[in-house]
């Protein structure tokens, strides 16, 4: 697939919800740009492993990958349901949310219609020449002016859980990735946030339910969901953008505090957890089927010769052990440079923040570099301690990318300045981020 002396402007690794957001807004008329976005896989998929059937989006579906700075272009969610029959049904149905489903299917749609996407196609590594960047592949080499890295973060498992069975102990977001057998089974579920909560209703309803759950979470409380109207304006661009010009420390401290806002539990499924534990109990007379440990780590897991021991400290106590079959472990993502950008590090001028090595990016999405600042290297997804808690979140899928397009065209095609709000989040006229926004 070498491009020989072909230079694109701009190569995005990884075609997910991101990507497809910026390749959908490079795609009208007028943009003037050479452009190819990559994917591994051979079709467009989100989250497969954890695509449930009755899990559903935490986000309005009017926050898709046009429509909060393009309402007019056609590869926007309104789009889809009017070309797919479902505009009316939807309406009637009142949502506001819909399946995740329905979205992977949207965007499945809409990646048939978008140009210059490849799929079937592995990035193995960016490396710079000394004047373009070179993106290898496992079909040849592409050279590009700019860089856009949308692959998502990957998969944090504890570290003693290392070296086990894959069948026996196995991240939350591989659930579904190959055929699985629970029933008769104790399972040890670890995490309360959002797809630990999908993970155990999905093990309470399934007809293949296990004899016993253990659902440990090192949270006092299963905590729901902060999308309280006020709280909501912290996925506004307006507050994304004053975020940005606080200090580094300040940064840190607030993504701590506003956890609950992108990180809790939807109310909806907490209250679906309750009533079938509640029919299984009162209703049916089963014993116990999920035992809830709140304020609990999981600080161990040892081989026995009938399962697997794990091991759960509470905040205060003595330890506490269950024997299981099967942990999952729903214990969340490791952020940092995305894996195709690490032949670029001796050009980065990476400035790390926090304990999971969070890069810090520039008001446009790009990396701080010692290259030429008309080439970029640009993330997607990966500047929670720069943006806020609402950067890995869909809310602001659009404007992120519509930000980057106008970044890589040089112009403001795209109008990403101030929207109404309720809430005032100062920017001082002189900080980076008035400058470039």
Known sequence: MSTGHDVLDVVGIGIGP???????????????????????????????GLMLADAQMQVHYLKDLVTPVDPTSPFSFPAFLVATKRFYRLLVTGRTKVPRREFEQYCQWAAQRIPNLRFGVEV??????????????????????????????????????????????????????VPRKFAGRRVAVVGGGQSGAEVVHHLLTSPDRPESI???????????????????????????????????KRRMELVEEQKMASDGVSVNLLEAIYHRLYDLEMLDGETRPCRLLLGHSLTGVDKTPTGLLTRWMPGAGDEVTHETDV??????????????????PRHLREAMCGDDGEITV????????????????????????????????????????????????????????????????????????????
């Open 214 to 248: 253990v659902w440990g979470t090192s949270r006092p409380n299963l905590l729901p969901l902060d999308d309280s109207p006020f709280v909501d304006e912290l996925f506004v661009p307006n507050y994304s953008r004053y975020f940005h010009s606080l200090p580094a």
């Open 362 to 437: 520039r008001p446009d999405f790009s990396l701080a570099w010692d290259g030429p600042q008309d080439r970029r290297v640009y993330v997607q997804n990966a500047a929670r301690h720069s943006f806020g808690v609402a950067d890995p979140n869909l809310s602001l899928l659009a404007w992120r990318s519509a930000t980057i397009a106008n970044s890589l065209l040089g112009y403001e095609r795209y109008d990403v300045g101030e929207v109404g709000a309720v809430l005032d989040w100062p920017v001082a006229e002189d900080s980076d981020v008035a400058l470039t926004l």
């Open 124 to 177: 193995r590594e960016v490396t710079w020449n000394g004047e373009l960047f070179v993106v290898h592949t496992d079909q040849g080499d592409l050279l590009a002016r700019n860089v856009v890295s949308g692959t998502g973060l990957v998969p944090r498992l504890p570290s003693f859980v290392t070296g086990f069975d894959p069948e026996e102990v196995f991240h939350a977001s591989a659930l579904l990735d």
């Open 327 to 344: 942990v999952i472990c729903a214990t969340g993502y490791r952020h940092g440079l995305p894996r195709p950008l690490h032949g670029l």
């Open 18 to 48: 991101a990507n497809l957001s910026l390749a959908a807004l490079l795609a009208g008329e007028g943009s003037g740009l050479k452009v190819a976005f990559l994917d591994r896989k051979k079709q467009f998929g989100w989250h497969s």
